[in-house]
C-alpha cells in the first residue's frame, strides 16, 4: 500500500473516532527504511491530535483512544506510532 493511502486511512480512522479539531499525520516510514517493522510492511507514523475527547484524561488514557481509533491498522499498517494527544485548551 502507498504510504499516502496508509495516511489517508489513519486520518479517516482518527477524524471519525476522535473528532478533532486538528490532526497531523506524519509518515516517518523512509527513516526506518531496513529495520524489522518496515520489512514487514508496517509503517512509522507521528500524529497530533488536538480534540476535546480527551479532556479529564491522562496521556496513558488518550493514548489508548488513538490505539481503540486505529484498532485493526495497528496490526498491519502501523509498526511503531508516536501520539501527541492534546485538548484544544493545552495547545
Known sequence: MAANERVSRIE???????????LEVIDD???HA???GARGGG???????VSNRFAGLNPL??????????GD??????HALSVRA???EEL
Do not use: C, D, N, W
Not at 73 to 78: D, P, Q, R
Open 34 to 36: 531496513g529495520h524489522a
Open 29 to 31: 516510514s523512509a527513516q
Open 86 to 88: 492534546l485538548t484544544p
Open 61 to 70: 488514557q488518550r493514548h489508548r483512544l488513538v490505539y481503540e481509533a486505529l
Open 73 to 78: 491498522l495497528m496490526k498491519t499498517e502501523i
Open 12 to 22: 479517516a480512522r482518527l477524524r471519525q473516532q476522535l473528532a478533532p479539531a486538528r
Open 43 to 49: 509503517g512509522h507514523f507521528t500524529v497530533t491530535l
